[in-house]
């Protein structure tokens, strides 16, 4: 079954060239979405998260077409590089908006705050406000949040790219555990060719506005000669002797 | 260059309160008399009325700002943003004349008011006219003011409200609120301020023994009642007030335009059909208190002798002294600014980019009011009004034009610094070669704006005017006093065209391209 299925998916902004997603995900898969800058990859995501709506075409989750269902209701959640949390409410608050809009929570919401806090390895942090807090925390935060949620599908939009390459690797392993413990449906816009050989089973390389397939991610070892892939990823730089 | 700058600021300001302080010196004694129960009335007046105005200038001000932010496109918005920018840059004289020929006693709604009051009209002279004038000044300020401050909310945090299906209140809650909030001690500071230190709006709708504020009272204490030192000691505490509330109000950030135009917070959460129309109707409100007024002058500007009010001598002189002294300030201004910009030391750049809004709590009047002290003793100070009512224009005009030439100024520096200096181009050389040529538009606007502010200013020239120096507001003012209500309705809608002109082309200019 597809978790996630694309449609013949048209979509366009204002004076730009059409977009065209025709693909599906499986259930439990981690597809890394590569292309170049500008190319589309994040409106790919707001087009499932429902921030934007397709010209043409459906979108469905697990066979149920939510094309046009709003944000709130679609079985997905989105991490993306910045501003996933609000500045002026603490990390407690901002991940107990996961269960409900309001900042009073019931003991056992509190409860529940406390252990994906520990599970993501903040706890006692969840006073603080985000300001207070490291870039690799406050996407920790994110990510606990999301957890609660408990949505099938997580939505990455270069959510580690602001990070020093271990935090990088530490965040794609708890990702990494989060997805395997809950069979977690992940699609990640990436810039990384390592993060998405270290973190994907499948790719999906935008080109020319449109993503009509996606391949195991074994291809990024060997893309084939002459293919966009290719050009894209290049040659590794040998290193340079005197 | 800016050291000259600094130094005419230094002088002029400086200069005044030298005058003001050595005064009060001399004479402790009389100055302390001055705080009698007179002071403590028209005290607690100013600060009465600039509460009450502030809180009827923002509470509205939050509502329409949310109702625009909320429809971030539709036709015409972009012109009503452009709408609320003009008060601010209109003479105070022009909206309170707007303001009694709507509502004052013969305005023209007042048949319809004492039809619904039940009995005769009394007009809205006193705190009432006083407090509609504010508002009139300070709430599309405000507005645009809180509107940046919601449009500077990430965009993601829309996005991330939707996903989290927040419900209208808890989007107001925790996404408008917080915006709000975050911006609402500078506004309020800075619009309280502005009411604070009015002095035209206050003459005008005010006077009286009930409603007057410190700033008319320095006026009629120098002009009137001749008491010098009353005037000083006012001046004096005026001074005090005013630059302690700018410190204060220079601690909080003023975001005055939004960078990016955000469609997502309404495209997500579409407005229900009952906001819609709130919005609505809140929007056709603020639209209506701004036009209605410059509608009222037309109408009844129209009414008067246009022709052969535009050929009586006095009105042309009027008219040609306004000019000229409008445009000395301004490009006095230009050049401060410029010097202070492309100032070599980097200390004096950044007070340049503080957007000199320290200056904003320099009242004309008590600057006027020290300098008429000191040149009292030496000559008859009306003699040297051309002067001062320059100087203190430049002044006035001075935080505007920096706010509307630093940005691009800054760009062109980023651009151009390296290579200037690599090709050895410096001083006036560069500036005809640079940005002489790369911002001549926004120069340009920059002058009409300084010149549009000069024009219409009544404050300086009240305390210094004389039959021999009259320019198009104190004319105005004149015919006023003296009962020609035509005239002044005619010379009102001529000053309001030469305002909205020189506005027109500064905006029409800032909206060129600027470095290309």
Redesign the interface.
Same mark, same amino acid.
């Given at each position: 079954m597809s978790a996630v299925l694309l449609k013949d998916v048209f979509f366009a902004h204002d004076g730009a060239p059409q977009m065209h997603f025709n693909f599906e995900v499986s259930q439990g898969d981690r597809l890394a979405i590569m292309g170049a800058s500008g190319s589309g990859k994040s409106t790919l995501l =707001?087009l499932l &998260?429902? #921030?934007e709506t397709p010209q043409s075409g459906s979108i469905q989750f697990s066979n149920i077409d939510l094309t046009n269902v709003?944000? &709130? %209701?679609?079985p997905?959640?989105?991490l #993306?590089q910045? =501003? =996933?949390l #609000?500045g002026? %409410?603490t990390i407690n608050q901002n991940i107990g %908006?996961?269960l409900a809009?309001? %900042?009073h929570l019931t003991k056992l919401q509190n409860d529940a705050v406390n252990s994906v806090l520990a599970k993501v390895g903040l706890a006692r942090l969840g006073k603080r406000l985000p300001s207070e807090l490291s870039g690799g925390e406050r996407q920790r935060a994110a990510l606990a949040r999301a957890l609660l949620?408990d949505r099938p599908v997580l939505l990455l939009d270069e959510p580690f790219a602001a990070l020093g390459p271990a935090m990088r690797i530490e965040m794609l392993d708890l990702v990494l555990e989060l997805q395997l413990e809950k069979m977690l449906t992940v699609i990640m816009v990436t810039h990384n060719p390592d993060d998405a050989e270290y973190f994907a089973t499948r790719v999906g390389f935008v080109e020319a506005s449109s993503l009509l397939s996606t391949m195991p991610a074994t291809i990024l070892n060997d893309p084939p000669k002459g293919s966009a892939l290719s050009t894209y990823l290049g040659t590794k730089l040998p290193r340079f002797s005197a | 260059m800016a050291f000259a700058a600094l130094g005419f600021l230094a002088l002029l300001a400086g200069g005044a309160l030298l005058a003001l302080g050595v005064a009060a010196l001399q004479s402790p004694k009389v100055i302390s008399t001055a705080f009698d129960s007179y002071f403590l009335r028209i005290a607690g007046f100013t600060l009465w009325q600039a509460t009450l105005s502030t809180l009827l200038s923002i509470l509205p001000a939050i509502l329409v700002a949310r109702a625009l932010h909320r429809h971030p496109v539709f036709i015409g918005r972009s012109l009503i943003i452009r709408l609320m920018a003009l008060p601010l840059a209109l003479p105070a004289l022009i909206a309170a004349l707007g303001l009694l020929a709507l509502l004052g006693r013969a305005g023209i709604l007042a048949p319809f008011l004492t039809w619904g009051f039940g009995a005769r009209w009394p007009g809205i002279y006193g705190l009432s006219g006083i407090l509609l004038a504010h508002v009139f000044f300070n709430m599309p300020l405000a507005t645009r003011l809180f509107l940046a401050a919601l449009d500077a909310v990430?965009?993601?945090?829309w996005?991330?409200a939707?996903? +989290?299906?927040?419900?209208p209140l808890?989007r107001f809650r925790? +996404?408008e609120w917080?915006a709000i909030k975050?911006a609402m001690p500078g506004i309020a500071l800075i619009v309280f301020l502005l009411c604070a230190t009015s002095f035209t709006l206050v003459l005008t709708l005010g006077g009286g023994p009930q409603a007057t504020t410190i700033e008319v009272a320095i006026y009629q204490a120098l002009r009137f009642d001749y008491a010098p030192m009353r005037a000083v000691a006012f001046a004096l505490v005026q001074l005090v007030f005013a630059f302690g509330l700018a410190l204060m109000a220079s601690r909080f950030v003023l975001v005055e335009r939004s960078q990016n135009i955000d469609v997502?917070s309404a495209k +997500?959460m579409p407005p229900s059909g009952a906001e819609r129309l709130i919005n609505r109707v809140l929007i056709g409100a603020a639209i209506v208190l701004i036009v209605s007024p410059m509608l009222a002058i037309l109408m009844r500007g129209l009414q008067a002798d246009i022709i052969k009010l535009a050929t009586q001598n006095s009105v042309i002189t009027a008219t040609l002294t306004s000019l000229i002294l409008a445009i000395s300030a301004s490009l006095a201004a230009f050049l401060i600014v410029v010097s202070l910009l492309s100032a070599r030391s980097s200390a004096i750049r950044e007070f340049a980019a503080g957007g000199g809004g320290i200056l904003l709590s320099v009242s004309p009047i008590v600057i006027g009011a020290g300098w008429f002290i000191a040149l009292q003793g030496i000559i008859n100070p009306l003699k040297a009004a051309p002067v001062i009512i320059v100087a203190v224009n430049t002044m006035m005009a001075l935080p505007f034009v920096l706010r509307a030439l630093s940005p691009s100024w800054a760009a062109s520096r980023a651009r151009h610094d390296r290579l200037a200096a690599s090709l050895g181009l410096r001083g006036f050389r560069r500036f005809r070669i640079v940005e002489g040529v790369a911002l001549r538009a926004p120069i340009f606007a920059a002058l009409a704006f300084g010149a549009a502010l000069s024009l219409g200013d009544l404050g300086v020239v009240a305390l210094f005017g004389s039959d021999s120096l009259q320019t198009l507001p104190s004319l105005l003012f004149a015919r006023l006093g003296s009962y020609r209500s035509d005239d002044a309705a005619g010379l009102a809608l001529l000053l309001m065209l030469l305002c909205l002109g020189l506005l027109w082309l500064a905006d029409s200019l800032s909206q060129k391209e600027t470095l290309r």
């Amino acid at each position: 079954m597809s978790a996630v299925l694309l449609k013949d998916v048209f979509f366009a902004h204002d004076g730009a060239p059409q977009m065209h997603f025709n693909f599906e995900v499986s259930q439990g898969d981690r597809l890394a979405i590569m292309g170049a800058s500008g190319s589309g990859k994040s409106t790919l995501l =707001n087009l499932l &998260a429902g #921030f934007e709506t397709p010209q043409s075409g459906s979108i469905q989750f697990s066979n149920i077409d939510l094309t046009n269902v709003e944000p &709130a %209701l679609r079985p997905v959640s989105i991490l #993306f590089q910045d =501003n =996933n949390l #609000f500045g002026h %409410l603490t990390i407690n608050q901002n991940i107990g %908006l996961g269960l409900a809009p309001r %900042l009073h929570l019931t003991k056992l919401q509190n409860d529940a705050v406390n252990s994906v806090l520990a599970k993501v390895g903040l706890a006692r942090l969840g006073k603080r406000l985000p300001s207070e807090l490291s870039g690799g925390e406050r996407q920790r935060a994110a990510l606990a949040r999301a957890l609660l949620r408990d949505r099938p599908v997580l939505l990455l939009d270069e959510p580690f790219a602001a990070l020093g390459p271990a935090m990088r690797i530490e965040m794609l392993d708890l990702v990494l555990e989060l997805q395997l413990e809950k069979m977690l449906t992940v699609i990640m816009v990436t810039h990384n060719p390592d993060d998405a050989e270290y973190f994907a089973t499948r790719v999906g390389f935008v080109e020319a506005s449109s993503l009509l397939s996606t391949m195991p991610a074994t291809i990024l070892n060997d893309p084939p000669k002459g293919s966009a892939l290719s050009t894209y990823l290049g040659t590794k730089l040998p290193r340079f002797s005197a | 260059m800016a050291f000259a700058a600094l130094g005419f600021l230094a002088l002029l300001a400086g200069g005044a309160l030298l005058a003001l302080g050595v005064a009060a010196l001399q004479s402790p004694k009389v100055i302390s008399t001055a705080f009698d129960s007179y002071f403590l009335r028209i005290a607690g007046f100013t600060l009465w009325q600039a509460t009450l105005s502030t809180l009827l200038s923002i509470l509205p001000a939050i509502l329409v700002a949310r109702a625009l932010h909320r429809h971030p496109v539709f036709i015409g918005r972009s012109l009503i943003i452009r709408l609320m920018a003009l008060p601010l840059a209109l003479p105070a004289l022009i909206a309170a004349l707007g303001l009694l020929a709507l509502l004052g006693r013969a305005g023209i709604l007042a048949p319809f008011l004492t039809w619904g009051f039940g009995a005769r009209w009394p007009g809205i002279y006193g705190l009432s006219g006083i407090l509609l004038a504010h508002v009139f000044f300070n709430m599309p300020l405000a507005t645009r003011l809180f509107l940046a401050a919601l449009d500077a909310v990430p965009q993601d945090h829309w996005r991330l409200a939707a996903q +989290l299906g927040f419900k209208p209140l808890s989007r107001f809650r925790l +996404l408008e609120w917080p915006a709000i909030k975050s911006a609402m001690p500078g506004i309020a500071l800075i619009v309280f301020l502005l009411c604070a230190t009015s002095f035209t709006l206050v003459l005008t709708l005010g006077g009286g023994p009930q409603a007057t504020t410190i700033e008319v009272a320095i006026y009629q204490a120098l002009r009137f009642d001749y008491a010098p030192m009353r005037a000083v000691a006012f001046a004096l505490v005026q001074l005090v007030f005013a630059f302690g509330l700018a410190l204060m109000a220079s601690r909080f950030v003023l975001v005055e335009r939004s960078q990016n135009i955000d469609v997502s917070s309404a495209k +997500l959460m579409p407005p229900s059909g009952a906001e819609r129309l709130i919005n609505r109707v809140l929007i056709g409100a603020a639209i209506v208190l701004i036009v209605s007024p410059m509608l009222a002058i037309l109408m009844r500007g129209l009414q008067a002798d246009i022709i052969k009010l535009a050929t009586q001598n006095s009105v042309i002189t009027a008219t040609l002294t306004s000019l000229i002294l409008a445009i000395s300030a301004s490009l006095a201004a230009f050049l401060i600014v410029v010097s202070l910009l492309s100032a070599r030391s980097s200390a004096i750049r950044e007070f340049a980019a503080g957007g000199g809004g320290i200056l904003l709590s320099v009242s004309p009047i008590v600057i006027g009011a020290g300098w008429f002290i000191a040149l009292q003793g030496i000559i008859n100070p009306l003699k040297a009004a051309p002067v001062i009512i320059v100087a203190v224009n430049t002044m006035m005009a001075l935080p505007f034009v920096l706010r509307a030439l630093s940005p691009s100024w800054a760009a062109s520096r980023a651009r151009h610094d390296r290579l200037a200096a690599s090709l050895g181009l410096r001083g006036f050389r560069r500036f005809r070669i640079v940005e002489g040529v790369a911002l001549r538009a926004p120069i340009f606007a920059a002058l009409a704006f300084g010149a549009a502010l000069s024009l219409g200013d009544l404050g300086v020239v009240a305390l210094f005017g004389s039959d021999s120096l009259q320019t198009l507001p104190s004319l105005l003012f004149a015919r006023l006093g003296s009962y020609r209500s035509d005239d002044a309705a005619g010379l009102a809608l001529l000053l309001m065209l030469l305002c909205l002109g020189l506005l027109w082309l500064a905006d029409s200019l800032s909206q060129k391209e600027t470095l290309r």
